[in-house]
């Protein structure tokens, strides 16, 4: 709830990289690339949800194509996106 006790409005997306996913360089292109890939879905999204997304280790290894295809596919099955 918001100060004013409404429902909150927007959207809010946390990725969350642990270090075992690989060094620093490694962890930082996979947030560049789901934050692209958020970027661009985020006009159609629905409002009102809180979403934190955390990439497996075989992340490493899809390409920008395919991680969008995933994240949509995700976010649609939640109910994210229409």
Do not use: Q
């Not at 809010?12 to 947030?31: D, P």
């Not at 992340?59 to 109910?79: C, D, H, N, P, Q």
């Amino acid at each position: 709830m918001e100060k004013n006790g409404s429902a909150p409005t927007g959207i809010r997306i946390g990725i969350t990289v642990g270090r075992k996913y690989g060094n620093a360089v490694n962890r930082n292109k996979a947030r560049r690339i789901i934050r692209a890939v958020c970027r661009d879905l985020l006009p159609v999204m629905r409002e009102g949800y809180y979403i934190v997304l955390r990439p497996e280790p075989g992340f490493k290894m899809l390409s920008y194509v395919k991680v969008k295809e995933e994240i949509t596919a995700l976010f649609r099955k939640a109910g994210v996106l229409p």
